[in-house]
């Protein structure tokens, strides 16, 4: 605004780097979500339930993006509602907030995360290895009259 650039087609002088620490944030989050959840699923889950569950945090994962639309378009309408523009409307950034959507969504990470925290204090390890050793053992009983001596 004091730069006289609102209106103007000439580049806003402001570097994509405002939002470095926000990307920094959500990338990670996204990052140790996915790899805590899939050794979750092959440490915890049984093992004959081990690709239903790797199947359902694609699933969640895929359900996450379709609700960020939601997410969006929630805050546009809250936005619009209280304030005269939207923050996440039009093809003008100079006159949208997107650093407060991304701040936003740092603070529903950190939600998320006292939220998990939360939980996996009182989780207890369901299996150990000996179960699953025995569930294998079921699910694939050794060949009858093979013989292991060639």
């Given at each position: 605004m004091?730069?006289?650039l609102?209106?103007?087609?000439?580049?806003?002088?402001?570097?994509?780097?405002?939002?470095?620490?926000?990307?920094?944030?959500?990338?990670?989050?996204?990052?140790?979500?996915?790899?805590?959840?899939?050794d979750?699923f092959?440490?915890?889950?049984?093992?004959?339930?081990?690709?239903?569950?790797?199947?359902?945090?694609?699933?969640?994962?895929?359900?996450?993006?379709?609700?960020?639309?939601?997410?969006?378009?929630?805050?546009?309408?809250?936005?619009?509602?209280?304030?005269?523009?939207?923050?996440?409307?039009?093809?003008?950034?100079?006159?949208?907030?997107?650093?407060?959507?991304?701040?936003?969504?740092?603070?529903l990470?950190?939600?998320?995360?006292?939220?998990?925290?939360?939980?996996?204090?009182?989780?207890?390890?369901?299996?150990?290895?000996?179960d699953?050793q025995?569930?294998?053992?079921?699910?694939?009983?050794?060949?009858?009259?093979?013989?292991?001596?060639i």
């Amino acid at each position: 605004m004091q730069s006289g650039l609102m209106n103007s087609t000439e580049p806003f002088p402001r570097t994509s780097l405002w939002v470095a620490l926000q990307y920094l944030f959500l990338g990670s989050a996204d990052l140790f979500s996915l790899a805590g959840m899939m050794d979750f699923f092959f440490t915890e889950a049984p093992f004959s339930m081990r690709s239903l569950a790797t199947s359902l945090l694609w699933a969640s994962l895929a359900m996450g993006y379709y609700l960020s639309s939601v997410l969006v378009a929630t805050v546009n309408n809250i936005t619009g509602t209280f304030s005269r523009s939207q923050w996440l409307y039009g093809s003008n950034l100079n006159y949208y907030h997107l650093e407060r959507f991304y701040w936003l969504m740092c603070i529903l990470s950190g939600l998320n995360f006292l939220h998990y925290h939360l939980w996996a204090r009182h989780y207890k390890c369901a299996l150990s290895t000996t179960d699953d050793q025995k569930e294998i053992q079921a699910l694939y009983p050794p060949l009858v009259g093979f013989n292991a001596q060639i």
